[in-house]
């Protein structure tokens, strides 16, 4: 899976569940940031959501769970 496919999954899986468009979503999850794999063994890649506390406990909580299912990431 690449950044870009994960922040698909995360706009989409948003977008349903919570409502809203996509683009609105998309702002708000902001970047998906790869990081080296060396350095982050765990959990390579991170994002840093805005918007308000509804929308940013959301995404935190959606976050979680797809970090336990998609923990290493591709840059492309």
Not at 17 to 44: F, Y
Not at 53 to 62: G, N, Q, T, V
Request: hydrophobic share 40%; aromatic share 2%.
């Amino acid at each position: 899976m690449t950044g870009d496919d994960i922040l698909h999954l995360i706009v989409a899986t948003l977008a349903r569940k919570m409502g809203g468009s996509t683009r609105r979503w998309r702002l708000a999850v902001g970047p998906i940031r790869v990081h080296d794999p060396a350095t982050h063994p765990h959990c390579n890649w991170s994002v840093s959501p805005s918007g308000d506390a509804r929308d940013i406990a959301a995404i935190e909580h959606l976050l979680d769970e797809l970090r336990l299912s998609h923990p290493l990431v591709t840059q492309r």
